[in-house]
């Protein structure tokens, strides 16, 4: 199980958009499209440290809601990202073994305003 939620102007990523709270139980995406998009990411389980990763842009979402409804939709841009990186949790997988460059810490993005440097 995985829970979401995001306001905008809390995100530093390129195509944020608002996220409701959102519970989703067996998670499973598919990338749509072969499309990527390469930013830093951060993660609460690694704190202060951030790196670059590629993502897919496009995914179909597939899950259960806590009423136990079957959702299914697409989703693009940060949602996916967030999608991605949460999913990989549950696989074990922490972001910095997707890292193939660019390490920073999260003090450093903000200040150098790295978050449009990844294009």
């Known amino acids: 199980m995985i829970v979401v939620n995001a ?7 390129n195509n944020a958009q608002d996220i409701p709270l959102t519970v989703m139980i067996n998670p499973k995406w598919r990338n749509l499209t072969q499309k990527t998009d ?11 440290i951030a790196g670059k990763v590629k993502r897919y842009n496009d995914i179909e979402l597939e899950y259960y809601d806590e009423s ?3 959702i299914k939709r697409e989703v693009n841009g940060f949602f996916a990202r967030l999608i991605q990186h949460e999913c990989d949790h549950l696989d074990g997988i922490v972001f910095l073994s997707k890292v193939k460059s660019d390490f920073a810490t999260k003090d450093m993005i903000k200040k150098y305003n790295l978050k449009n440097s990844s294009k």
């Open 68 to 70: 136990g409804n079957y």
């Open 38 to 48: 390469e930013q830093f990411e951060a993660c609460a389980s690694v704190p202060q």
């Open 7 to 13: 306001k905008k102007e809390d995100v530093t990523y």
